[in-house]
């Protein structure tokens, strides 16, 4: 009976063009919707899965401004049977505040599974963070994970291979994308998730802050592209790009 | 001193982007009056890699050596960082998921901040860089005003370039005592990847990609005869693993591999932000793609418009025409 949190953070879906808010501190969302990171679907889905294997139960924290509860909702949809909501500004809160937040709610939890770097602020530590705030270990960048005779393993692909941990619980865990297939919410599923009562929270401290100057976009650089032609024809210059480049041994 | 984490192939040389973060380091450091740059190895170093890293300008290689290290664990290399580290003001590694991992247990036992993906810095007093937000949709002016600065450095922010005057770097190799807790999560088995066509995805010189316009898992059977006749790999985009049609460690992009190879051939890619984070590092780009306008076309350095399933299979007979001639 294992006993999962898992931690999710409501981002702007930037899949196409990044707007900013007029202050230089956020991203401005407005337009293109919110979403939780791949790697958080994945760390949900790997939550469901160990609760079902075990008998346990997987409960889905964000801390994040109101509109975050949509997040907690899609997480419960999926099977996530309880929702802890720290109610906070997240761009006010660095990697070190979100850390001691989640800190606060995981003692009563025997793993603890993060996406390994957020979508938006990419700051690929708030997992790690948390593991020394709690004194567990932790396994960054896994795709895999399961629980048996309160041992985790844990599989991912490393620099010179496929790598295995094995950590006894409680721990922390970090996914990558990739290890499973997030499942799609059921109408029951949805319907479910609509009753389920979020456990509202306060933060335990007033944040230090992420360090952060301002937020910019990378300067527009005009097209330079040369067009080496149309179709099938241009066969003939890609292999001549290809031999001058020296990509193609003759 | 600025230290440098430095990560070595199974071969033992040191990897391109650790070379890039020392060239990094060595301007910080003449930023800095010329404060001296160390870096860190876990295992022996050949005498090779000490003459590579000398030739980069590196003081002291520091070489982390004992059983602790016979298998990878975070926390034991920041462990080892700890003890070498002295008095140090930087503590940096390349922006791979190691070096991140490795400086993100610098920075909370040290109980500073730490950056992840830097670009460049502007000044010293206070220390501000600028680092990749957003899957490189958007850049941040970050504050790193704590001691030691704590960060990493993207890959291809800075060209690797040897030092203008290297010395002779001395080899101090260190056997540190690591607590038992350090050890608990460290890799217990690890094996050599399948050899398929993108085995060597992150190092390949080639990159053949391929999003939607593949079509479906038999549309890429030109794809991968390209990607043979060019002696590469094969990357997709993140739509072509969520559909089934490739396995996911073969996607490009900001949840799968950053590629940095000579030439990336995009096929039907339309250059979404989050597929751009794992490709801009390419030296050139070949786009393939019917429409003029999408961004990893205007983005590319040359391109062909049209079909993939036309100019892909001409290529390829063009290749073997030229090979036979």
């Known amino acids: 009976m294992v006993s999962v949190l898992v931690c999710i953070k409501r981002v702007v879906d930037s899949s196409s063009e990044v707007v900013l808010t007029e202050d230089g501190q956020g991203v401005d969302g407005r337009y293109a919707g919110f979403t939780m990171s791949a790697h958080e679907e994945c760390a949900v889905e790997l939550a469901v899965q160990i609760a079902a294997a075990t008998g346990g139960t997987a409960t889905v924290l964000t ?37 001691r937040e989640i800190a606060a709610v995981a003692g009563d939890h025997d793993l603890v599974l993060l996406g390994n770097d957020a979508a938006d602020s990419g700051d690929f530590q708030v997992g790690i963070r948390l593991a020394y705030e709690l004194g567990r270990p932790v396994v960054n960048g896994v795709s895999s994970v399961s629980v048996a005779d309160g ?30 297939e997030p499942r799609y919410p059921t109408v029951p599923g949805r319907m479910k998730a609509k009753k ?6 306060r933060p335990t401290a007033e944040p230090v802050g992420p360090s952060r100057v301002r937020l910019l976009l990378p300067p527009p650089t005009a097209s330079d592209v040369q067009i080496l032609g149309k179709g099938a024809d241009a066969a003939p210059a890609v292999v001549d790009l290809l031999e001058q480049l020296g990509v193609l041994a003759r | 001193m600025i230290v440098v984490l430095v990560e070595t192939t199974p071969t033992g040389e040191a990897v391109e982007v650790s070379q890039e973060a020392i060239t990094f380091a060595r301007s910080l450091a003449a930023e800095g009056g010329g404060v001296p740059v160390d870096a860190v190895v876990v295992g022996e170093p050949s005498p090779d890699l000490a003459a590579t890293l000398a030739a980069y300008g590196v003081r002291t290689v520091h070489a982390l050596s004992g059983d602790a290290y016979a298998s990878y664990a975070g926390a034991a290399w920041a462990a080892g960082l700890k003890g070498v580290r002295g008095s140090s003001v930087v503590v940096m590694a390349a922006g791979t998921p190691r070096g991140n991992e490795v400086m993100a247990h610098v920075a909370a036992r040290e109980g500073v901040a730490m950056a992840a993906n830097v670009l460049s810095f502007s000044g010293l007093s206070p220390f501000v860089v600028t680092r990749q937000v957003v899957g490189g949709g958007a850049l941040e002016e970050m504050r790193l005003g704590d001691r030691p600065a704590v960060f990493t450095v993207a890959g291809h922010a800075v060209e690797a370039a040897p030092a203008d005057a290297p010395g002779a770097a001395e080899v101090v190799v260190h056997t540190p005592e690591i607590a038992a807790a350090d050890l608990v999560a460290r890799v217990v088995s690890s094996e050599e ?40 790999s094969l990357g997709v985009s993140r739509v072509v693993t969520s559909l089934g049609w490739r396995p996911h460690h073969e996607q490009v992009g900001q949840t799968g591999s950053r590629i940095s ?12 932000i989050q597929h751009w984070a794992g490709c801009s590092s390419a030296k050139a780009i070949l786009a393939i793609n019917t429409d003029p306008d999408a961004p990893m076309v205007t983005k590319a350095t040359y391109a062909v418009i049209g079909d993939l399933h036309e100019v892909v299979p001409a290529i390829n007979a063009e290749i073997r025409r030229r090979r036979t001639a």
């Open chain 2, 193 to 232: 990847p399948e050899p398929d066509l993108s085995g060597t995805l992150k190092s390949a010189r080639v990159v053949v990609g391929a999003g939607r316009g593949a079509g479906s898992s038999e549309g890429f059977a030109d794809l991968l005869e390209l990607t043979e006749l060019v002696g590469g």
């Open chain 1, 151 to 180: 041992v985790v393993t844990a599989e991912g692909a490393g620099p010179d291979g496929h790598e295995t941990y094995r950590v006894p619980l409680p721990a922390v865990v970090t996914v990558l994308e990739g290890g499973v």
């Open chain 1, 196 to 201: 389920v009562p979020i456990d509202e929270r």
């Open chain 2, 261 to 272: 190879p000579d030439l990336y051939i995009p096929c039907g890619i339309s250059g979404a």
């Open chain 1, 63 to 99: 801390l994040g401004d109101a509109d975050a509860v949509e997040q907690l909702r899609a997480a419960l949809a999926v099977g996530c049977t309880a929702a802890v909501h720290v109610v906070a500004d997240a761009q006010t809160f660095g990697p070190s505040d979100v850390a």
